[in-house]
């Protein structure tokens, strides 16, 4: 038996490089920084969200909070019931997403599925400029342009509707769905699509019947995607949807979302440190809990509906 | 209806049959008949033309811009061209069925994968479907191992048994015409044995035309095969005679395997 020396002689040319090694981890550490940064930011805003609410919280109950239908932090006997501005947040983004959804789809797969490439080369470019339109645009275009041709259809509706805003942020919002879910679209292998015309499929079948079910997962994501926006959207419903915290579903009256409320007490309607002021923040919080509610459940859809291929 | 010289009936042909992609004339003046209820495997080496000739059956080249083809490829018993322009690629497609390189069953149920086909042709009724869908599983051997679990995704099902589905997919909708486009080359050599005995069993069913890359596999499951190389058919003819007796020198260098 031959016996195993206890130290093995590494050869010059596989030593360590020590000057490598450090440059190495040089760059690690500026990388891993980076990624750092990201983190900080999330954890900075949720930790100043989190004790300006606590602050909050001891001058308001936190029930009256869920359950009081009223928020009047401007009035001399102050209520703040965050549920008239959840209210205008879930209908504005409601009928937006009735806009978006649909509308986003039927691009997409006309885009991935029927379009020539000459046709998608001219029809993304303003896909991606409607993506890029300031939201600030937008929400003038709601107010002077889309609720009169409204006000032309209903002789009722007011100046301010979450109607016109919700329509408008709908439009505002169709490229990012358009083009997340063409992408998932397009990511649908080929060999699939030619089972499905090799059974003797139109187009229109093999779009809906194989390439949006074998998408699904992306398809739904770029659904959530433009829910969390719809329901941060601040611009165009600080514009167009009004600034009357309204306890109603209705769309066709005016309402203040949670986003335009921040808008309006940060352009200074409250003085800073008081009760009112710090409401924000918890308006703030809640939002940003349903912001995450609503990636979490993305996450789910997408790890419960992806195909591998 | 057309015939060979042993009175064999004809179910598709090629006349004169040439394709471009783009400006790479890919197929040569083909000329190859296809005979009804037998198999008919299309050998030779990679980029002969084989599978480009295969995919001219049903008019797959159409989803992709820039494809030719000239020439005739006759589907009988109706004599029709399939390449005229006035004929409709789906019509043909609904008629020649065809399985791929790669098992690519839907993002569906096995149950659904099978009854697609016959749902694209309108068929609503439930007892009607489960028929079809028991007979084409039960004709792609897969039923006894899937009798059970009909209403899970057929992506969980192995390469082998998703192939088999494939097959029953397409045998759902009782094709004239069968295309394998190298319907084992993703399948382990269990997996390959069942199809190639599938395939035997189909033969007397359906007519099937088959590209394979194993001349073993073309020898054990075709009656007649055609020699492609450089977007030609070298050589037609029965299979015992293409392998045993072939005519031409480059035939004989591939099958012998000193060359390809």
Known sequence: ?309 | MSTTEQNLPVKAFTRDFNFYYGSFHALKSINLPVIEKHVTALIGPSGCGKSTLLRSFNRMHDLYPGNRYQGEIVLNPDNTNILDTRVDPIEVRMRVGMVFQKPNPFPKSIYENVAYGLRVRGEKSRSMLDDKIEDALRGASLWNEVKDRLNQPATALSGGQQQRLCIARCLATDPELLLFDEPTSALDPIATANIEELVTQLRDRVTILIVTHNMQQAARVSHYTAYMYLGEVVEYGITDEVFLRPKKKETEDYITGRFG
């Open chain 1, 1 to 309: 038996m031959n016996s195993i020396p206890a130290t093995t002689v590494v050869s010059d040319r596989l030593a360590r490089n020590v000057q490598r090694n450090i440059r190495e981890r040089a760059i690690e550490s500026i990388l891993f920084g980076a990624a750092l940064v990201s983190v900080l930011t999330t954890l900075g805003i949720v930790w100043v969200l989190v004790s300006e609410s606590l602050n909050f919280f001891e001058h308001v109950p936190f029930s009256d909070f869920l359950t009081d239908t009223m928020w009047t932090p401007l009035f001399s006997e102050p209520r703040y019931g965050i549920l008239p501005l959840l209210m205008g947040t879930i209908t504005t983004s409601l009928v937006a997403l009735v806009v978006a959804i649909p509308l986003g789809t039927v691009i997409a797969a006309y885009l991935s599925e029927f379009a020539s490439a000459r046709v998608r080369e001219i029809v993304k470019p303003f896909l991606e400029l409607l993506g890029g339109i300031p939201t600030i645009v937008y929400g003038y275009f709601a107010l002077t342009v889309v609720t009169p041709v409204l006000q032309a259809i209903y002789p009722d509706l007011p100046g301010f509707s979450m109607l016109s805003a919700g329509l408008v942020m709908g439009i505002a919002i169709v490229p990012y769905i358009s083009s997340l879910t063409e992408d998932a679209m397009r990511a649908v292998p080929m060999s699939l699509r030619e089972g499905a015309y090799g059974m003797g499929s139109t187009r229109f079948q093999t779009a809906i019947r194989v390439v949006i079910p074998a998408a699904l997962s992306g398809v739904l994501s770029a659904y959530i995607l433009g829910i969390s926006r719809a329901v941060g959207e601040t611009m165009i419903v600080a514009v167009a949807a009004g600034m009357q915290p309204n306890f109603t579903m209705d769309p066709t009256e005016p309402a203040q979302t949670i986003s335009a409320y921040i808008v309006q007490v940060a352009l200074g309607d409250l003085p800073h440190g008081s009760i009112g002021y710090q409401s924000i923040f918890a308006a703030g919080l809640s939002l940003m809990l349903m912001t995450l509610l609503f990636n979490i459940l993305g996450h789910v859809i997408r790890r419960r509906y992806r195909e591998a291929y």
